[in-house]
Nanobody
Framework: VQLVESGGGSVQSGGSLRLSCAAS????????MGWFRQAPGKEREGVAL???????TYADSVKGRFTISQDNAKNTLYLQMNSLKPDDTAMYYC????????????????????WGQGTQVTVSS
């Protein structure tokens, strides 16, 4: 199983970025996928989660600004990030869980089985 993130970069506050996560090596359609982030000196935190049935869950800090989506045909997960703030600066990781996801799993990174290497997002004020 391999997850490869891309799309990170440096933007000014208020800007937008779209992250992608290409999955390979397993049947993507059977998984729940999520985006997590980790800033220096902080714990890894959940950003958004999408279940196989399309149900999504977001952290309160990104609701209304970020949108998670998936393209099952391309085995790719996306995170559209708008109205970015300096507090969004972090390394962003995608992760997959082989089993059914609960909405609360967005707060439980330990429930995810596979992780990408991360892509850096830096937002300047």
């Amino acid at each position: 199983v391999q997850l490869v993130e891309s799309g990170g970069g440096s933007v000014q506050s208020g800007g937008s970025l779209r992250l992608s996560c290409a999955a390979s090596g397993y049947t993507y359609s059977g998984s729940c996928m999520g985006w997590f982030r980790q800033a220096p000196g902080k714990e890894r935190e959940g950003v958004a989660l999408i279940r196989r049935d399309g149900i999504t869950t977001y952290a309160d800090s990104v609701k209304g600004r970020f949108t998670i989506s998936q393209d099952n045909a391309k085995n790719t997960l996306y995170l559209q990030m708008n109205s970015l703030k300096p507090d969004d600066t972090a390394m962003y990781y995608c992760a997959s869980r082989m089993g059914f996801c609960l909405s609360g799993d967005v707060r439980r990174p330990g429930r995810f089985d596979y992780w990408g290497q991360g892509t850096q997002v830096t937002v300047s004020s």
